[in-house]
Nanobody
Framework: QLQASGGGLVQAGGSLRLSCAISGIPFSGHHIGWFRQAPGKDREFVAAIRRGGTATYYVDSVKGRFIISKVSGKNTVSLQMNSLKPEDTAVYYC??????????????????WGQGTLVTVSS
């Protein structure tokens, strides 16, 4: 129901654009979030967008570098990642939530998850 894509290998300072294609659930009825999990670390919240697209939320470490947005005309949410750093290396997951607390970035508030896409940033 959620298909994440766009990961790959990039040098520090470079950019990548991740996409999350959503099917089988009401796109307009769900808030969408991106999480990531680096090797040996817990999964962490990265960014989220309110279901109407009226508000976005970011973890401090990506503010000013990442942009989450809805792709016009498609049931897709993108995560534009700029000025990438080696510490951004992780498997990135998109997730969908109907919970009003979605912006708090807790995994348990998200109902549906994609399979993840690997982002590797070399120094």
């Amino acid at each position: 129901q959620l298909q994440a894509s766009g990961g790959g290998l990039v040098q520090a300072g470079g950019s990548l654009r991740l996409s999350c294609a959503i099917s089988g659930i009401p796109f307009s009825g769900h808030h969408i979030g991106w999480f990531r999990q680096a090797p040996g670390k817990d999964r962490e919240f990265v960014a989220a967008i309110r279901r109407g697209g009226t508000a976005t939320y970011y973890v401090d470490s990506v503010k000013g570098r990442f942009i989450i947005s809805k792709v016009s005309g498609k049931n897709t949410v993108s995560l534009q990642m700029n000025s990438l750093k080696p510490e951004d290396t992780a498997v990135y997951y998109c997730a969908a939530s109907v919970n009003v607390r979605f912006a708090q970035g807790r995994s348990e508030d998200y109902n549906y998850w994609g399979q993840g896409t690997l982002v590797t940033v070399s120094s």
